[in-house]
């Protein structure tokens, strides 16, 4: 059973631009969350994605949006990039369980920094 | 709103020490509680978790029970090893995950 994985593990990007970040679920998972971690704190929500459709949005702008695939891979896209972006995003796979979720199993992350 | 307030760190012990870190949660429904690591440059990694009141998880030496009473799932080890050092996330589920601000513990020889 393969785990979530994430890609890229790290990124450089200058402010204005945009940036897509890619993550796969664990086997058998129907729920990706993305979250953002500013250095020395603790994950906040971005989003939720069940079934290919958003359920549930953190407190970020239109600028941060997402995607799910068939296969339950998910995107999420940032764009116009501010300096403040610059966190690691985690991506999280859950398995079913309805549209609450019950636990998350995390990936390594993707590190951008926005320069 | 749901959310988790954790015991702010960060915290040093010496090999063998007990731990205790505290985290309590406010929550409109009875969600399950979750323990997260993090090692430096990783991402988070499930330590244990409990689904109902009364519950006790546990993993490598670590314990937490649910307190329903207390709204409370404090973490213990009661002998911590250098490779404990890590942060500690106290987390509990709602329609979202919602995570505290961490714990840096550091464990010196």
């Known amino acids: 059973e393969t785990g979530v994985t994430q890609s890229p593990t790290h990124l450089i990007k200058t402010r204005g631009q945009q940036v897509t970040l890619r993550c796969s679920s664990q086997s058998g998972h129907n729920t990706v969350s993305w979250y953002q971690q500013a250095l020395g704190q603790g994950p906040q929500f971005i989003f939720q994605y069940y079934r290919e459709e958003e359920n549930g949005r953190g407190n970020f702008p239109p600028r941060f949006s997402g995607l799910q695939f068939p296969n339950y891979s998910s995107e999420l896209n940032v764009n116009a990039l501010e300096l403040d972006d610059s966190a690691l995003y985690l991506c999280?796979?859950?398995?079913?369980?309805?549209?609450?979720?019950?636990?998350?199993?995390f990936g390594q992350g993707t590190r951008l920094t926005v320069v | 709103g749901d959310s988790v307030t954790q015991m702010e760190g960060p915290v040093t012990l010496s090999e063998e020490a007990f731990l205790t870190i505290n985290c309590t949660y406010t929550?409109?429904?009875?969600?399950?509680l979750f323990w997260y690591v993090q090692y430096p440059g990783e991402g988070l990694q499930l330590l244990l978790k409990?689904?109902?009141?009364?519950d006790k998880g546990s993993n490598k030496g670590f314990e937490a029970t649910y307190r329903k009473e207390t709204t409370s799932f404090h973490l213990e080890k009661g002998s911590v090893q250098v490779s404990d050092s890590a942060v500690y996330f106290c987390a509990q589920t709602g329609n979202q995950f919602y995570f505290g601000t961490g714990t840096s513990l550091t464990v010196i020889p």
């Open positions: 409990a689904t109902k009141a009364d």
């Open positions: 999280a796979s859950s398995p079913p369980s309805g549209r609450r979720v019950s636990e998350a199993f």
């Open positions: 929550a409109t429904g009875y969600p399950s």
